[in-house]
């Protein structure tokens, strides 16, 4: 009998996860949508959206994954995590460098903009990895689970969009990005039920990653390059407006 509840309650558990995913691609549309408006209602010029992006980043690196790896993972595995993810995404913008002509400014952002999606999905792999274990304990709960999938993916999606100023038809492959993004954290979630509490040096290892990864997209490929393009004062405003949204935006949701 407890078996069979076992197994019927796994079943249902991975009846979750696509349900999960959808939430998490709304979550990134959502943010989307955000970044749209800010440019073209707002009228904000692609530098400062840029860099109001990289703020949202910089916001999220500070206040969330950074408090939260430390307190739940081994720092030895983060710092780790964090080297190799610097490495492989240096590693991963000299090979764009090589191909495309970046002194073509639209190839430039696209490069930025695939480093980034690159970027967000390692940092979705962790996350899902954690969920995924998670769901076999009583302590889990799927509508508070939602509703943090949906909120915590907007200022991703703002900074995703926005980092799409100079690509031909941006909704469509923002769409697609997203839909991407979520089969990733879909099947990390998937991968993380299966393995269990086997799962936990991998994910310390991987929350490293992301954090590594975000950063130097971050800093390199968003606010160092934007920084050359505007004045001092004015690129300060925008990083302080994009951490102010994010430290904002984290206290009414937690």
Not at 140 to 160: D, W, Y
Request: aromatic share 12%; charged share 10%.
């Amino acid at each position: 009998m407890d078996k069979m509840d076992g197994d019927i309650m796994g079943e249902r558990e991975i009846l979750m996860v696509p349900i999960i995913t959808i939430f998490m691609f709304l979550g990134i549309t959502l943010g989307g949508i955000f970044s749209f408006l800010f440019r073209f209602i707002l009228g904000m010029k692609i530098e400062r959206t840029f860099v109001f992006c990289g703020g949202l980043l910089l916001g999220l690196i500070l206040f969330e994954l950074l408090p939260e790896s430390f307190t739940q993972n081994s720092w030895m595995g983060i710092v780790l995590g964090i080297l190799a993810g610097i490495l492989s995404m240096s590693i991963a913008e000299k090979l764009l460098h090589k191909n495309l002509n970046v002194a073509n400014g639209s190839l430039e952002y696209i490069r930025s903009f695939v480093l980034l999606l690159v970027a967000i999905g390692i940092h979705n792999l962790p996350t899902g990895l954690a969920l995924g274990t998670t769901m076999k304990t009583d302590a889990f709960s799927l509508s508070p689970l939602l509703a943090a999938l949906i909120l915590h993916h907007i200022p991703e999606g703002m900074a995703l969009m926005g980092s799409m100023a100079f690509v031909e038809s941006p909704s469509v492959l923002f769409v697609i990005s997203a839909v991407f993004l979520a089969v990733v954290l879909g099947a990390s979630i998937f991968i993380g039920f299966l393995i269990g509490d086997n799962s936990y040096k991998l994910n310390t290892l991987l929350f490293g990653g992301a954090i590594g990864t975000l950063s130097f997209v971050t800093f390199h490929e968003i606010l160092w390059k934007a920084k050359r393009k505007m004045k001092f004062h004015e690129f300060g405003l925008y990083v302080l407006l994009g951490l102010l949204f994010v430290y904002m935006f984290l206290l009414l949701i937690h």
